[in-house]
Each structure stands twice: as C-alpha cells, then as structure tokens.
C-alpha cells in the first residue's frame, strides 16, 4: 500500500510543501542548476592567469557535457541508467580584456590548446560578423550629405590608434577580416602577405572593390577583387619573390593560416613547410633552385590537403634545382627557425 506524504506544518505559518520527485510520472522534467562557489573561492579562481583559466573550463566543458550524456541516457532508458548526470558545474568567468586578447592571431594560437570549444565558438562568431560587416561598409556608399571625402575621413580618424615604432622591429600586422573571409573563397598567393602590401590593404580597405561569388550553400557573398588588387597594388607573382621577400612573406603568411586553424595541426603543417625550406644550409644561395619546389608543395598542402612529408619535400627540391646532382642538406630539424605566433 502507498503512503502519501503530507507536508509538514510550521506553527503559526504557512505549509511547507513536500519535494518533488523529478522521477515520477506526470512531473515536469527536473532542469539541472549549475553549482555554485563561495566568494572566496570564485575570487581566487578570477585572478588566475588566462591560460589556467581556459584550461579548467576546458575540464568543466568536458564533464558537462559528460553529465550531460548521463541525463540523456537516463530519460530515454532509465532501465539500463537509473541515475540522471549531476548538476553542470558553472564556467570561470573569462573578463572582456582576456577575449580581446585571444582575438589577437598570435595570443589565440598560443592559446588554443587549452581552449574550450564554446570559447572557440564565441570567437568565430565575432570573427564572422566583423567580416560580414566590413563587407556591408565596402558596399554602402558614401553618404550624399557629405560635402566631401575628407570629413567622411574625419569621422573615422582616431588619434588613440596611433603607437610608437622601433625601426629595429617589423610591426606585427593585424589582418583585416575581409583578407580572412576573402582566402576562405579564393585561396591568397603568398606576395600578398609582404609587409608593405598588406599595409596597402589596410590603408586601402575601405576602397578595394568587391564582387559577388555563390558559395557551396548556394548563398552569394562578397568576396574582395583579388584581380583589382593584384594590379592597383602592383603584386608580385609567386616566383618573383625575393628569398628575403619569400621570408618576410611567409611570416605573415603562417600566422594569417594560424588564425583560420581550428586544431594546432593545421598550423603545424605550414610551420614545418616552411621550417624545411628556410633550414636548408645555403638556403638564400640556392633559393632560385628550390623556389619552384616550395611553391608546388605549398599548393599541395592547400589545395590537396598533402599532409608533411620530408622525404617528398626532399626528392621534390632535389628535383628542382639548378643541378640535379647537387643533395639537398638541412640543419638541425628539432631547433625552430619559424616563428611561433
């Protein structure tokens, strides 16, 4: 025989009713809280450095999701899994600055092996409504009210952009996200990534023209007039590069690919790419022989997803230089000479 159980009665006040059994027929489902911390404990936490922090909410991503596929097995075979997932544990608080920070290329990539995918996710998002709106502003145009381009110009000139310059250091450029949405279309050929072109599209951006292009989904968008830049811009061909050229390009180039990579082996694979080639002893001496060769294996890797491969990457240079007899010898392949970030 069932018992019911009746609420228990305060003197002099209200009933307290009884609990609920989340398990019972006919009861709405129970949503799970996140836990809490004490003050103390969630101060400590805060003032932890970005990178612990990334790194526990990582964990706590990981189990949450783990309880979360406890709570699902239990409600569709309760049989088999009596027990729901405990309470999802609530994330570190990431502030805004630390946000800014990962959506610098170098402190992202340096960043994410430690990063949760909702993290991950956040920044995607950002990174495609800035490219969808820089899109937008390449289109609208110029205001008719306006008497003339200079006070448009004004309207955007902001004296806290300005920054001190060491000569005796390269500025690490930041790369517009219509470059990045651009690529995702029409993959960018390595002279576009010299320093003084990409300050051009900088200064430029807002005047490069677009055109339209109709993408796997059907949907058109806008992508920047490589073919207009090329010219306006007066870019090199791949092969016209300079080694030092070649190397300052290619600096650019692979923190540009770190920006798009969602796992640390899409960036290592333009690292090594690039590692072999500048770690070749004679390396500038002999760059006319092997230029070819680099290019080659860099479409590859781009547009047949090749993975590494230094026994290829040999025989292909080896092939490609100027005397065919001549091996090809590389320094110590465990000291880096790419930079990271």
Known sequence: ?????????????????????????????RVYGR????????????????????????EIELANHARTMQTIRHRTDPAQYPAPGSPAASFISIPDDDLNDLRIPAVYQAHLDVMPTYI???????RAAEAARQAAAAKRP???????TSSFKRRRARGSDFFV???LNRDQIVFPSQLLFTDSVSTLPLPFFEDSVLRKIISKASSIPSKKHTALNGKTVHIWDLKWMKTEFKIKEELELTHSEFCQASDNYYRFQATKAEDPLYTERYRVHFTFYRNLVDSAATYDGWKSAELETRSNAAELNHAYSETQYTN????????PFRKIRTRDSSRKSFPDG
């Open 142 to 148: 110029v205001d008719d009210n306006e008497d003339d």
């Open 165 to 167: 310059h060491d000569p």
């Open 316 to 323: 292909a240079t080896n092939k490609a230089r100027e005397s």
């Open 1 to 29: 025989m069932s018992s019911t159980v009746q609420p228990p009665v305060n003197a002099g006040g209200p009933q307290v009713p009884p609990p609920v059994d989340p398990n019972q027929p006919g009861q709405p489902a």
């Open 35 to 58: 836990t809490h911390r004490d003050e103390d404990t969630a101060n400590f936490l805060a003032a932890q450095d970005l990178r612990i922090k990334l790194d526990l909410n990582k």
């Open 120 to 126: 991950k996710d956040r920044l995607a998002r950002d």
